[in-house]
Structure formats: structure tokens, C-alpha cells
């Protein structure tokens, strides 16, 4: 496998999990509006991944189908921290938080690349992942406003925090580090990232959920 196919699949996966984990909020979120909010965020991602695993699919010579939902856990290339379960609020914004900045970083990236098909669907996302960003973004200013919320938000972001630098590479990583330090307006602990195949075992249980109408129905299309 290629490094392009193997980048392809880490974006895809990445985004196809966090879908489903953000589909998990549809009909509980705190807010009407957190539904539909995280609904359409949902939507999006699987939307992404999609495309995504089409570019993938040319590459390796098989489908975007079969890439999503026919291979075992260990061959996918997710970062652990779109695999955690986290149905309490405020560990949910933070990985959205963390995970948007991380995305935000490594597309910029992809869109400087000298592979025009691969920046120009690269630049298509980021401009969709704007929304994405601004969500987040209003939800850590509505934490930070009141001292609960702070507290609980800052609690989530130092459990999440080696997770969310397993989402980019190392040359990568620092800039991560920066951005969300400014943000915060304090330093992050110093800690080793949660990288990449080391998955949590949440990630088993999805896929085994995710692919049941695909292995019900033999050959059943996205």
C-alpha cells in the first residue's frame, strides 16, 4: 500500500467513526438544537468519508463499500480518539474541539501538497469543516464562560489530550500543540500520543453495529 492510499484511509476511517460517534448524540443531546446540530455534523463526516474512500478506492483497486465496512478492526486506520465512547457533554465537546483543530491543521496541509487531486478534495473539506469549526468553537467559548463549566471542560481536555496528538503526524503535531496552548491561554501537559493501531476496544462494538446491515445483506451498496 501506498503512502497516499495509507493517508487516504487515516482521513476516511477518521472521519467515518467520528460520524457515527456524532450520530450517537441524535435524539439526546442537551439542546433541540444539539440534535440537529450534531445530526448535520454527522452527516458530513460520513459525507467526507465517503469521498474520501472513492479517491482510496481508484488506488487500491476495490470499492468505497468494501473499504468502509469489509475490513477487520485491526486494518483500520483511525486515531483512537474518534473511537471513544464518550455520551457525557462536555468530553464530547472537547473532542470535537480538539479533533477540528487537528483536522483543520492537517488539511491546510493536504491543500499545499503537490498532488492536485488529492489538495483540490482536500480544500473541498475544509471549506465544509468550517461549519464544523464554528460549532465547536461556540461550544468551548459557552464552557469557558462559567466556572463549571470550565472545570468540566478542562477535566475532558487532559483526559483526551494524548489522544488528540495521536491525529497528526509528527511534523505535524507541534502546531497542534500551539494552536490549542493559544486558545487555552496556558500550556498542555507533556505526554505521548495515543497513535494510531492502538485501538480501544469501543472500536470492535461500532464496526460490529456499523456493518450489520452490510453482512445481513450480501453486496448491499452505501
Known amino acids: 500500500m501506498s503512502r497516499r492510499s495509507d493517508l487516504?484511509?487515516?482521513?476516511?476511517?477518521?472521519?467515518?467513526?467520528?460520524?457515527?460517534?456524532?450520530?450517537?448524540?441524535?435524539?439526546?443531546?442537551?439542546?433541540?438544537?444539539?440534535?440537529?446540530?450534531?445530526?448535520?455534523?454527522?452527516?458530513?463526516?460520513?459525507?467526507?468519508?465517503r469521498a474520501l474512500y472513492e479517491l482510496a478506492a481508484v488506488e487500491l483497486g476495490t470499492t468505497a463499500d468494501e473499504l468502509a465496512f469489509d475490513r477487520a478492526p485491526a486494518d483500520y486506520r483511525c486515531a483512537p480518539l474518534v473511537e471513544l465512547r464518550r455520551l457525557e457533554w462536555a468530553r464530547t465537546i472537547a473532542r470535537h474541539w480538539l479533533y477540528e483543530t487537528a483536522d483543520a491543521i492537517r488539511?491546510?496541509?493536504?491543500?499545499?501538497?503537490?498532488?492536485?487531486?488529492?489538495?483540490?478534495?482536500?480544500?473541498?473539506?475544509?471549506?465544509?469543516?468550517?461549519?464544523?469549526?464554528?460549532?465547536?468553537?461556540?461550544w468551548i467559548d459557552r464552557l469557558l464562560a462559567v466556572e463549571e463549566g470550565r472545570q468540566k471542560l478542562d477535566d475532558a481536555l487532559e483526559e483526551l489530550w494524548p489522544y488528540a496528538l495521536g491525529v497528526l503526524d509528527d511534523e505535524l503535531?507541534?502546531?497542534?500543540?500551539?494552536?490549542?496552548?493559544?486558545?487555552?491561554?496556558?500550556?498542555?501537559p507533556t505526554v505521548e500520543p495515543v497513535r494510531r493501531g492502538d485501538h480501544v476496544a469501543?472500536?470492535?462494538?461500532?464496526?460490529?453495529?456499523?456493518t450489520?446491515?452490510?453482512r445481513s445483506a450480501p453486496g448491499a451498496q452505501w
Open 8 to 49: 487516504l484511509l487515516e482521513l476516511a476511517d477518521d472521519e467515518l467513526i467520528l460520524g457515527w460517534r456524532d450520530s450517537e448524540w441524535t435524539g439526546i443531546a442537551p439542546f433541540l438544537e444539539e440534535d440537529v446540530a450534531f445530526s448535520s455534523i454527522a452527516q458530513n463526516e460520513i459525507g467526507h468519508a
Open 202 to 210: 469501543e472500536l470492535g462494538e461500532l464496526l460490529d453495529e456499523m
Open 107 to 138: 488539511l491546510e496541509s493536504l491543500r499545499a501538497s503537490g498532488d492536485r487531486e488529492l489538495a483540490g478534495l482536500a480544500a473541498k473539506l475544509d471549506r465544509e469543516e468550517l461549519y464544523h469549526r464554528m460549532h465547536a468553537e461556540m
Open 173 to 188: 503535531r507541534p502546531e497542534l500543540v500551539h494552536r490549542v496552548e493559544e486558545r487555552l491561554g496556558r500550556p498542555m
Open 212 to 214: 450489520s446491515v452490510r
